[in-house]
């Protein structure tokens, strides 16, 4: 199983739907998580950390479940300029400074008028 | 807003050449790490440093692959020799201590 798996997608949605993204992670020692955006050819830039009681930031939703080692991300009223590809991210161990990041595959999002 | 700086952004080399990627990382930031992206797949990690020191460098192909960070400060990692498959982007990110990481734009090489 890889450390982190993600919906192959492509994702193509009209404007104005919504759209969710499901990631699931193999290490249960893993206590940090995330989802970053990345622009084509571009690097990859924080959208939100992911909590255990859940979290919003606009029209973006983020949720963990560790029972099921499962993270997902809603996205709401989707705008062209959600057009990118969102990667699910996952500290490889315990919450210490620095620890490194296992980034998923990513999944790709096209929104169209 | 500060930001990761890496040079040069795009690189061709041919292969067995020597290649070097430079990082400056946000300022306050002691812990950096390059990583290195295919296309079509998520980064993955090269090598961490916390300060001057390397925390993990497991995935590192040391035969050919080498990062410094002498002050604690930028980085440079280095190639040589340059082999097809190393075409990639290369990205640095840096981060204060907790486990928001913050990239810079990336180098992208080409090796022919």
């Known amino acids: 199983r890889k450390e982190v798996e993600q919906d192959p997608g492509p994702f193509n949605v009209p404007e104005g739907a919504t759209v969710a993204f499901n990631c699931t992670y193999s290490?249960?020692?893993?206590?940090?998580f995330f989802w970053y955006r990345q622009d084509c050819r571009k690097e990859p830039k924080l959208l939100m950390s992911?909590?255990?009681s859940g979290n919003e930031d606009g029209r973006f939703t983020a949720q963990l479940n560790r029972a099921s080692q499962y993270i997902s991300l809603l996205i709401r009223d989707s705008k062209l300029s959600d057009s990118a590809t969102y990667l699910c991210?996952?500290?490889?161990?315990?919450?210490?400074?620095?620890?490194?990041?296992?980034f998923g595959k990513g999944t790709t999002l096209s929104v169209s008028s | 807003e500060a930001e990761v700086a890496q040079s040069p952004r795009y690189k061709i080399t041919e292969k067995s050449q020597a290649v070097a990627f430079w990082c400056d990382p946000i300022s306050g930031h002691a812990t950096l790490y390059w990583y290195r992206q295919i296309l079509g797949q998520g980064p993955e990690l090269l090598v961490q440093f916390q300060d001057e020191s390397v925390v993990d460098d497991s995935q590192l192909p040391k035969d050919r692959f080498s990062a410094e960070r002498l002050k604690g400060v930028d980085s440079t990692l280095k190639i040589q020799p340059a082999e097809l498959g190393d075409s990639a982007m290369y990205l640095c990110?840096?981060?204060?201590?907790?486990?928001?990481?913050?990239f810079g734009p990336g180098t992208r090489l080409t090796v022919t």
């Open positions: 991210v996952v500290s490889r161990g315990s919450n210490q400074a620095g620890t490194a990041l296992i």
């Open positions: 992911v909590y255990s």
């Open positions: 990110a840096s981060s204060r201590g907790q486990n928001e990481q913050y």
């Open positions: 290490n249960s020692a893993s206590q940090s």
